[in-house]
């Protein structure tokens, strides 16, 4: 077993990594925070993984070390944000605060994102608003890789969605998924271990469900959760996040891993958050989420079941538990950041110093 | 078969029995638009199938024939309307007009509504704000028919999710959903005609999956399509429709079809609308819709597929044929019409006259 990793020390890595390729001290700061607290979470697939990526396509010049995301227009409820090709966390959290302070003065606001990358868990940004009191939505498109009913390769991205919502004595209720039945963060897990996949993940290069995850997402697709309900939400995430925010949409959208990293992704978000102060009382509302909640609680459980989770609990569990214990990075995760000290000339042991 | 009916002439016959029983000319002819509409999409199981019983609940008192929606507190970009236990349609187009009427001044607005009942298809409402130029999101709450991974009854509502997004030559992007693999009619309609269902879409007492629908509701639950997902996103829905409207939540909402009619049901139900003008050109943004709508077309097709369907396409070619030649209404809803017509003595010949 790999020993668990203490917060701290992950979060200091993460932060030499990026100033080590020019992101500002605030940046690589912002962009830590999103990783590291996602690693908390146990969403392995999204968090400090994925930094070796970025850093390639910094130092590759597609993302802008120096990068600053700017408001291109904007409303009393409403904003479009040019990303300016800063990391995607740099961006996207600009643009989740900038709906905050908007829906702060008229209940709820939207942000559309351009010009932004690959921006890690969603949750995060949704978690954001949680936090500050209000309703958080987040979400953003992707390069296709999810297939449709009738068609045979992949036609829109895993179009992450997340929400958070903020409760009284219980955490936020917090929900992070994507739009296929799993994410192709998974199949490429599996992928990298030889594994096979179950049944329902994705489609081969005939369009037919496989259980071989060799050649995605070289030939095949994910399939949506759910059928046209999935593919239906995929399209509803594209407009939003694509289309309405002047960002590229599906096959125009960059490879975050795989383009040249000379070029940038041009990734598009979308961000609402919804003021609970404007139209109850936090106290009101939070005793009722806390009410909701207890009732799942307290429902009879199916056999075999000895508690129903409400969304998110596991993950807070988890990051308690991270945030006392350190985090027990799986292995993928640790090859991920192995390579990347390597690339970088920084010393891997300070994770465990 | 039974022979077709003309569009027009269901519309007259919705009328007649809602002003028989007290409604006002213009509410009257607000829920039969929203019911006909509903049956041109060929969905059958929330259109002019549910009249009968929001009749008998008029007549009962629950739902208030004078019943006047009004908006109880509101700001620049919100609304919290109460329904004043009027017709579910009467109070949710008041909701979203009110919704459009905001965002068209602020980009983006959510109305939350409260003392609503049954507002028949989610759908309607999302294409309202379409049919304006805006982007429209629709959803409600219910009383408990679906369970969660790890219980054995149900927890949440069927809790209807709907989208509509204009494009230009072709007809609005239009989802509407239940968060259940299928919506509860589909089970009844099964359970009236003593036929079983596929295996995925109730679990019956014991908690586990079954193809008989005969016991439901009263036992068992409908599933929740994609596990977690579902249920996380039914739980967002009773946060925008229930807790933060106002409403009643889960199991203080009252059956609308079975409970005493003269008891108020409380329903919620939430209404967002986007402003496409404040933040782009419509002209763009229809193009861009277009071009999406191309795209999903001309994509490679699976074995046996010859056609790609967008959200809403196979609703708007049923609603082509339906103003042409007449809505092939289903003998479910024919007996839900002539129990009506016996009701009131109306004539329910007047349907093919």
């Not at 968090?47 to 700017?70: H, I």
Request: charged share 15%; with cysteine.
């Amino acid at each position: 077993m790999t020993p668990t990793i203490p917060v701290a020390n992950l979060h200091r890595f993460c932060t030499a990594a990026l100033t080590a390729v020019g992101v500002g001290a605030a940046d690589a700061k912002t962009t830590a925070d999103v990783l590291v607290t996602t690693d908390t979470w146990g969403v392995f697939t999204h968090g400090t993984k994925s930094l070796r990526g970025y850093v390639k396509r910094l130092r590759g010049g597609g993302l802008r070390a120096a990068g600053k995301p700017k408001v291109l227009s904007d409303g009393p409820a409403w904003a479009i944000v040019d990303g300016d090709s800063a990391l995607g966390m740099v961006s996207s959290v600009f643009a989740m605060d900038t709906a905050i302070a908007k829906a702060k003065k008229t209940g709820i606001a939207y942000v559309g994102l351009r010009n932004s990358c690959h921006f890690g868990a969603a949750g995060y940004y949704a978690w954001r608003a949680a936090d500050a009191g209000l309703i958080g939505l987040a979400n953003a498109n992707d390069i296709p890789s999810v297939t449709a009913p009738g068609a045979r390769t992949a036609v829109t991205g895993s179009n992450p969605f997340a929400y958070a919502i903020p409760a009284g004595k219980h955490p936020p209720m917090m929900l992070d998924m994507a739009i296929s039945t799993v994410a192709g963060g998974k199949v490429y897990a599996a992928r990298t271990l030889g594994k096979p996949i179950p049944g329902d993940w994705i489609v081969g290069a005939d369009g037919k469900p496989t259980t071989d995850p060799s050649g995605f997402p070289q030939v095949g697709a994910l399939l949506p959760m759910a059928g046209h309900k999935g593919y239906g939400i995929a399209l509803l995430i594209e407009a939003l996040s694509g289309v309405l925010s002047g960002a590229a949409i599906t096959w125009q959208v960059g490879n975050w891993m795989q383009s040249d990293p000379s070029l940038p992704t041009r990734h598009g978000a979308s961000f609402i958050a919804i003021d609970i102060d404007a139209m109850s009382s936090q106290g009101e509302f939070r005793a009722r989420m806390d009410h909701l909640i207890d009732e799942l609680h307290a429902a009879p459980k199916s056999e075999g079941s000895d508690r129903i989770y409400v969304p998110g609990e596991i993950e807070w569990g988890k990051r308690a538990v991270a945030l006392q214990s350190g985090i027990p990075l799986p292995e993928d995760v640790l090859a991920n950041l192995r390579g990347l000290a390597d690339d970088l000339h920084l010393d891997l042991q300070t994770l465990w110093a």
